[in-house]
């Protein structure tokens, strides 16, 4: 049995007006997964979990099976896994962004979008004058980077992530709790080190904004996930774009397969992911294919994009991983890993529609006999508020128990 997973990020939506009311999945033409779904099971799972952000990787955890209460420790600690980077013992990883604040507004949390290069160059004179046993500094792309703080106390300091503050005044959202003031410090002390820099000097210079100081969130102890294959007792890749997505691939010690061209965007190597993982369904029982341009058209409002999306899924990866798979029998389940409602344009936690398609059932008249729909999958009424046992449905078995 072959089991594939297309994830669609944040594909789930809401009406929408600029869609005469429909939600994407609605005002898509998807003959594909129209067939498909028909023949298949629908429901709703909420993938996200009380007191946790919903983000991609706490929604891809659950999706792969893994309950994110127990699991997730933060978004800096995936980061650091998907770069290659190695915690030490008794570290705690946090992202350390650098943002342009201007009268003590948080002006821009990217500073300007900054070219790595010159993040990279700030980051190295952070870390030659602020780091020593207890932190250290490292390099990411543009102005996305990490911090490494020895201390478990630091684990439990509140921190806001910048693009959550953007326009509003910094004071209020600093560290505070465990770790607090020596966050707080530090990042006081970036700001001095940071604002007489050549390269933010070259950037005033140029009308750019400037990275003139270093602010922590998102941190966590390393990650410690048990294996997908011990859990499931199934061998699988991941094919994805987005960083996150292969540090929660490397976390599970799924295969992390590169496909040249694959963007994020409407624009990605749509044919080569289904190609690649036909490939690897040749050798393996379980291909998990992250498509991650949905997600970006929703956080940029953008209904044309979303559902041209969604309609390149349908047309190019389901009609290739149907027709390279005819013959054997395979599953598929098709899901978001949270919605991106194009009104919200940000995540959003409400229930989200999948479905599960089974070769051996084509065509015995017991399926869903609807679209793949926000409403349909509500209307069928099967739902899993813990999002991450439908991966025990989709599998057909239960995880091993001590994994
Ligand atoms: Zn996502």
Same mark, same amino acid.
């Given at each position: 049995?072959?089991?594939? =997973?297309?994830?669609? +990020? $944040? #594909?789930? !939506?809401?009406?929408? &007006? @600029?869609?005469?009311?429909?939600?994407?999945?609605?005002?898509?033409?998807?003959?594909?997964?129209?067939?498909?779904?028909?023949?298949?099971?629908?429901?709703?799972?909420?993938?996200?979990?009380?007191?946790?952000?919903?983000?991609?990787?706490?929604?891809?955890?659950?999706?792969?099976?893994?309950?994110?209460?127990?699991?997730?420790?933060?978004?800096?600690?995936?980061?650091?896994?998907?770069?290659?980077?190695?915690?030490?013992?008794?570290?705690?990883?946090?992202?350390?962004?650098? =943002?342009?604040?201007? +009268? $003590? #507004?948080? !002006?821009?949390?990217? &500073? @300007?979008?900054?070219?790595?290069?010159?993040?990279?160059?700030?980051?190295?004179?952070?870390?030659?004058?602020?780091?020593?046993?207890?932190?250290?500094?490292?390099?990411?792309?543009?102005?996305?980077?990490?911090?490494?703080?020895?201390?478990?106390?630091?684990?439990?300091?509140?921190?806001?992530?910048?693009?959550?503050?953007?326009?509003?005044?910094?004071?209020?959202?600093?560290?505070?709790?465990?770790?607090?003031?020596?966050?707080?410090?530090?990042?006081?002390?970036?700001?001095?080190?940071?604002?007489?820099?050549? #390269?933010?000097?070259?950037?005033?210079?140029?009308?750019?904004?400037?990275?003139?100081?270093?602010?922590?969130?998102?941190?966590?102890?390393?990650?410690?996930?048990?294996?997908?294959?011990?859990?499931?007792?199934?061998?699988?890749?991941?094919?994805?774009?987005?960083?996150?997505?292969?540090?929660?691939?490397?976390?599970?010690?799924?295969?992390?397969?590169?496909?040249?061209?694959?963007?994020?965007?409407?624009?990605?190597?749509?044919?080569?992911?289904?190609?690649?993982?036909?490939?690897?369904?040749?050798?393996?029982?379980?291909?998990?294919?992250?498509?991650?341009?949905?997600?970006?058209?929703?956080?940029?409002?953008?209904?044309?994009?979303?559902?041209?999306?969604?309609?390149?899924?349908?047309?190019?990866?389901?009609?290739?991983?149907?027709?390279?798979?005819?013959?054997?029998?395979?599953?598929?389940?098709?899901?978001?890993?949270?919605?991106?409602?194009?009104?919200?344009?940000?995540?959003?936690?409400?229930?989200?529609?999948?479905?599960?398609?089974?070769?051996?059932?084509?065509?015995?008249?017991?399926?869903?006999?609807?679209?793949?729909?926000?409403?349909?999958?509500?209307?069928?009424?099967?739902?899993?508020?813990?999002?991450?046992?439908?991966?025990?449905?989709?599998?057909?078995?239960?995880?091993?128990?001590?994994?």
């Amino acid at each position: 049995m072959k089991h594939v =997973v297309v994830l669609m +990020d $944040g #594909v789930a !939506d809401r009406p929408f &007006a @600029g869609l005469d009311g429909k939600t994407p999945l609605e005002a898509a033409r998807t003959p594909n997964l129209d067939r498909l779904c028909a023949a298949g099971a629908l429901g709703t799972l909420r993938t996200g979990a009380p007191g946790l952000p919903m983000g991609s990787d706490v929604g891809n955890m659950s999706v792969l099976g893994y309950d994110p209460r127990q699991y997730y420790s933060g978004r800096a600690p995936f980061e650091a896994l998907a770069q290659g980077v190695k915690m030490d013992k008794g570290e705690i990883a946090f992202r350390a962004n650098l =943002v342009h604040v201007a +009268d $003590g #507004v948080m !002006d821009d949390y990217s &500073a @300007g979008h900054m070219s790595t290069e010159d993040g990279r160059d700030l980051i190295k004179v952070l870390e030659k004058s602020l780091g020593g046993p207890k932190l250290r500094f490292v390099g990411g792309v543009q102005y996305r980077h990490l911090a490494m703080f020895k201390g478990s106390a630091f684990e439990g300091a509140k921190c806001t992530p910048p693009h959550d503050i953007t326009g509003k005044p910094i004071e209020e959202y600093l560290p505070k709790g465990g770790g607090g003031k020596e966050l707080r410090q530090i990042m006081e002390d970036s700001r001095l080190i940071l604002e007489g820099h050549e #390269v933010n000097r070259e950037r005033r210079r140029a009308g750019k904004k400037t990275g003139n100081m270093v602010w922590f969130w998102g941190q966590g102890k390393a990650v410690a996930m048990p294996a997908f294959a011990a859990r499931w007792g199934l061998k699988g890749s991941v094919i994805t774009a987005v960083d996150l997505m292969r540090g929660l691939a490397k976390a599970t010690g799924l295969e992390v397969i590169e496909v040249p061209g694959a963007t994020g965007w409407i624009d990605s190597n749509f044919k080569g992911k289904a190609e690649a993982a036909l490939k690897a369904l040749a050798k393996k029982d379980f291909v998990y294919i992250h498509m991650e341009a949905t997600d970006e058209a929703g956080h940029k409002g953008d209904a044309a994009a979303k559902v041209r999306a969604i309609e390149l899924i349908d047309e190019v990866v389901v009609a290739a991983l149907e027709q390279g798979l005819r013959g054997q029998d395979w599953r598929m389940l098709v899901t978001p890993d949270h919605a991106t409602p194009l009104e919200a344009r940000t995540h959003t936690d409400e229930a989200v529609p999948y479905f599960i398609y089974d070769s051996r059932q084509n065509g015995d008249g017991a399926g869903a006999k609807a679209r793949y729909t926000e409403a349909t999958a509500r209307a069928a009424g099967k739902h899993f508020e813990n999002g991450w046992e439908l991966m025990a449905e989709f599998l057909q078995r239960q995880p091993a128990a001590k994994a």
